[in-house]
């Protein structure tokens, strides 16, 4: 990390953790409709369908899953491949921008693959592929076999993320439906929203719009959250409209003059997130919210799992069980909760369960999430 001699104040661990968790709307829950929020937080992890409306509950007051689900429907947000690879949430206009400012990564990924991709032209794969998924929505598998057809000889998992990473493929509905959801299947952005991607920005705008949502950050943790490398000029260009701090360790921190810093003792009530919310993957040094002692605690193998905040900081993890008459959330935190603490997780996870939730009973239990 990037370390700095100037005299900028230094904000402590605790100072870094108020402020982003009230840029991520996790003080306090805010009044946003679902849209405005998806766009305030710069896109919502979505490997699954179920974490964007896990994380909205955690940040808004009075949030229906039914909100995103319609948003969803009538094409105001999308599900898409966007930064560090993976699937976001995103609003429409979000998506036909973002998209093009990591594109040049997306492509990037197919060097892992190249071996897979012996003779195959791009061009003409990106050609195809855009016809076969804007005459209907494709799944992977049809894509992959229906590209099987031009090069037999090539790798079929890597054609199918040659078209992936060099098309901007939206999952279409109902995929990603509450309650509704179906297999995914992929049509290219500009033919589900009916307009053009725009050209591939500059990222000043986008710099500015993460450290609203994540500040105050780092060049580095920046460039963690976007998958991008080489914004140090970006951060540079922007320095005169910035304000900047040192973390413990010395490391330089911009932000936005007027963002929220707020002081390190604001209570920071339980929340509940979903497995690979942004909080937990945006930041280089992610000890603004994960202590050393937790690191890698919310993981399994491949698996992750939902995380449990308490006094704003990574401190178990949870997960939710649902039949027709009853829904569970068992929680298992990683060291000893007081009655208080205690007390107000239950009260947390009682109102998860209001919102997530038609089962007509539910318990709250803590116990072993992490089978090892």
Sequence with gaps: MTKTTSTAPVLSVRELNRATLDRQLLLRRATLSATDAVEHLVGLQAQNVKP???????????????????????????????????????????CLTLRPLVQAARERELYGFRHGLAGVDLDRLTAI????????PRTLKQLREALLVEWPDADPLALAIAARCRLPLVQVTPRGLWGRSGQVALTTAEHWLGRPAEPAPAPDATVLRYLAAFGPASVKDMQTWAGLTRLREVFERLRPQLVTFRDEHGVELFDLPDAPRPDEDTPAPPRLLPEFDNLLLSHADRSRVVSAD?????????????????????????????????????????GTLTRRQRDEVVEEATRMLSVLSTASSYDIRFGTVVRG
């Design 294 to 334: 937790y690191k890698g605690r919310s993981w399994q193998g491949n698996q992750a799992f939902c995380t449990l905040l308490v006094d704003g900081f990574l401190e178990g993890v949870w997960r939710l069980e649902e039949s027709p008459d009853e829904a569970v959330i068992t929680i298992e935190p990683f």
């Design 52 to 94: 964007p409306y896990y994380a909205l509950a955690a940040r808004l007051e009075g949030f229906e899953p039914e909100e995103l689900s319609a948003a969803m429907e009538s094409r105001e947000v999308v599900r898409i491949v966007t930064m560090r690879s993976t699937i976001h949430t995103h609003t429409a206009d979000d």
């Design 129 to 136: 592929s855009r016809e076969l998924v804007e005459a209907e």
